[in-house]
């Protein structure tokens, strides 16, 4: 089931980090790029726990917010900001799930 157009989404990022480097020229660039489709980061952390599931932790969760899910889809595909996700991508292995 997917979200209704016109409501509110929120994606949840997991990041497996191989790249500080890389990582820290995302972070530097990521609110921006999050903004300029009226995303926002609800929570992020690096401390996380396994309540459930594998014996494998991601080394960072956030959930981020965006007014639509068509937002969200957006700012995933803004060929502007292949730049921004490239570094993401570079930083090791991450997924994204639009909720």
């Given at each position: 089931?997917?979200?209704?157009?016109?409501?509110?989404?929120?994606a949840i990022v997991t990041m497996t980090i191989t790249s500080p480097d890389s990582l820290?020229?995302?972070?530097?660039?990521?609110?921006?790029?999050?903004?300029?489709h009226g995303g926002s980061v609800l929570q992020a952390s690096a401390t996380l726990d396994l309540l459930e599931g594998g014996p494998d932790l991601p080394t960072m969760a956030a959930v981020?917010?965006?007014?639509?899910?068509?937002?969200?889809?957006?700012?995933?595909?803004?060929?502007?900001l292949a730049p921004v996700h490239a570094l993401r991508r570079g930083s090791g292995h991450s997924t994204i799930v639009l909720l």
């Open positions: 089931m997917t979200t209704p157009a016109g409501k509110p989404a929120h820290a020229q995302y972070r530097e660039k990521a609110a921006d790029a999050l903004s300029r981020l917010s965006f007014p639509r899910r068509e937002d969200a889809l957006a700012w995933i595909e803004d060929p502007e």
